[in-house]
């Protein structure tokens, strides 16, 4: 599902973001990607988005290989990727529902479905009662599980949640990631990012250990 | 689906006018003044030129006659001019009718007159030109070998006049295209810089509409739009300013010069046609100025 071989990547002057990482994800897995701050995750999640390229190596992801995507192929790949932003990326000058129905157009969904759908995912993840509040009224818990409910309007294949439990206490934290093993039941491969070992260890799956941008450790 | 992405593109256009404030007022003002000095440009040498011709086709070459013409003389000269291919019409103003026009042109001055022994005014043939013939070239052509005919005095003609009245013209012409053209390139500038804001307020909804897959085109036609209207306002407002001053002066002139100005065809607004040229352009500049703008500040 997602293959990376010997891939690196340095930012001006000379920051090592990557280096020499190679791994891959089966179809359906959870994964962790862990590691401490600056170790590298975001930089491997938006590589696999092609939100970026890498300065040397390949990356495949759902058997495409993304480095030499076309820039018109590259909108409907994006599609099928669902992402859970580390900063959310929420529009506070809209309500919750409407930030989900940009992305919904975005996605060419048509307005008499996305309705539909926005509601669904909303009670999934316990919040259309605050569908038309804008999202700085919501608690940081509430605003991760509005930008978990909008990755998930593409029915991605594959979903990348950076930091999804950023700084929410132990109790939410275990919430969120259930939902997101619930997700993962459903067929959607999920690789989480996050800095935070117990989380790791609590949910008892596959992680990836990021230092200095170098894999060092794969669990178990 | 269709209709869903014309809504998108007309809310998306919608919150741009209202985020942009003073910055769509400045875009949509500098089109409105870049058309209006180009309109008023094109106006006046529109209406110049109306003018100019028809002056050119009421004007008559005038021959001056020496005195002591015989009869004959004359029956020839007249002959002579008959067979000019430029002249229309020739009438003949004899040296008391040319006294007498003229003193009925000065009215209450007459007084002027009476110590007057001998007529000093000279008879004349008095030519109307056919229209093909009523250019500078022809007319000064005309003249001269006019003038060496026999028992003519002097030939005189509205070369001068015309030919000021059409350099000038030109003039303006150039004039109002190069202000035209300096004021639309700045426009074009100030609109580029009112999208480019857009770009940078709307930079997060842009960064995640880009990141779930929005094509290029997706993002950048309700900028690139918006850009096309305000062009395209911009000039449609100039068109309405335009005219409004247009009748003004209209106006104006009527009640002050009712001769010579009361004739329906002396005031003429641009046709329809330029009309929407403007427009067009005005809309075209626009689009051009965001397309540069959303290219410069958009990666996909
Ligand atoms: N766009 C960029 N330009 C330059 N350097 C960057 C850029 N993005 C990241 N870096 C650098 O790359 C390294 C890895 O950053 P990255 O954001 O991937 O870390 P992270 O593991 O996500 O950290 P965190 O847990 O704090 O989010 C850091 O040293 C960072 O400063
Ligand atoms: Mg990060």
Redesign the pocket.
């Given at each position: 599902m997602i293959q990376m071989f010997q891939v690196s990547?340095v930012?001006?002057?000379h920051?090592?973001?990557?280096l020499d990482i190679t791994l891959h994800v089966q179809k359906g897995e959870f994964v962790f990607?862990c590691?401490?701050?600056?170790?590298?995750?975001?930089?491997?999640?938006?590589l696999m988005l092609r939100d970026?390229i890498p300065t040397s190596g390949q990356i495949l992801v759902n058997g495409r290989n993304v480095i030499r995507l076309r820039e018109n192929k590259l909108p409907p790949f994006r599609r099928t990727l669902g992402v859970i932003f580390?900063d959310f990326k929420l529009l506070m000058d809209r309500t919750v529902y409407d930030n989900l129905h940009l992305v919904a157009r975005v996605l060419g969904i048509p307005d008499t479905i996305s309705r539909r759908k926005i509601g669904r995912l909303l009670t999934e993840v316990g919040l259309l009662q605050k569908a038309h509040q804008i999202p700085y009224m919501l608690s940081g818990g509430e605003q991760q599980r509005v930008a978990i409910a909008r990755a998930l309007l593409s029915d991605p294949t594959i979903l990348l949640a950076?930091?999804p439990t950023g700084n929410l206490d132990p109790d939410l934290a275990l919430d969120i990631m259930r939902l997101l093993a619930d997700v993962n039941v459903r067929g959607t491969t999920v690789v989480v990012?996050t800095?935070n070992p117990r989380l790791v260890s609590e949910m008892g799956r596959r992680a990836l250990i990021?230092k200095h941008?170098r894999l060092v450790e794969e669990i178990p | 689906m269709l209709w869903e992405r014309f809504q998108h593109l007309l809310s998306e256009m919608l919150i741009n006018f209202r985020r942009g404030g003073w910055g769509v007022v400045a875009s949509i003002g500098a089109f409105t003044v870049a058309f209006l000095v180009t309109g008023i440009f094109l106006l006046l040498t529109l209406n110049l030129s109306i003018a100019v011709a028809q002056w050119a086709e009421d004007f008559q070459v005038v021959v001056f006659l020496h005195d002591g013409n015989t009869p004959d003389k004359l029956t020839l000269l007249r002959k002579r001019l008959d067979k000019e291919l430029a002249v229309r019409e020739v009438t003949y103003v004899s040296k008391s009718q040319a006294l007498a026009d003229f003193r009925k042109q000065l009215r209450d001055q007459e007084s002027l007159l009476e110590g007057l022994k001998d007529n000093p005014l000279p008879a004349s043939f008095q030519l109307r030109i056919h229209k093909k013939y009523q250019t500078a070239d022809a007319l000064r052509q005309l003249a001269a070998s006019l003038k060496r005919v026999e028992g003519v005095e002097d030939v005189l003609y509205g070369q001068e006049w015309i030919e000021r009245l059409t350099g000038i013209i030109q003039v303006m012409k150039i004039l109002g295209i190069v202000i035209g053209g300096v004021l639309g390139v700045t426009s074009l500038f100030i609109v580029a810089n009112t999208i480019r804001l857009a770009v940078y307020a709307r930079a997060e909804e842009i960064e995640i509409m880009r990141l779930v897959g929005a094509t290029r085109a997706y993002i950048q036609l309700p900028l690139i739009l918006e850009g096309t209207l305000q062009g395209g306002a911009g000039a449609a407002l100039a068109l309405g300013i335009l005219y409004a001053l247009y009748r003004a002066t209209l106006w104006q002139l009527g009640t002050s010069a009712p001769t010579i100005f009361s004739e329906p065809e002396m005031g003429q607004f641009l046709e329809a046609g330029y009309q929407m040229i403007m427009v067009g352009v005005g809309a075209l500049l626009g689009g051009v100025g965001s397309l540069v703008a959303v290219r410069r500040f958009l990666r996909i």
């Open positions: 990547k930012y001006p002057k920051v090592e973001a990557l990607l590691g401490p701050s600056g170790a590298g995750k975001t930089t491997l999640l938006r970026d580390q950076d930091e990012a800095h990021l941008g | -």
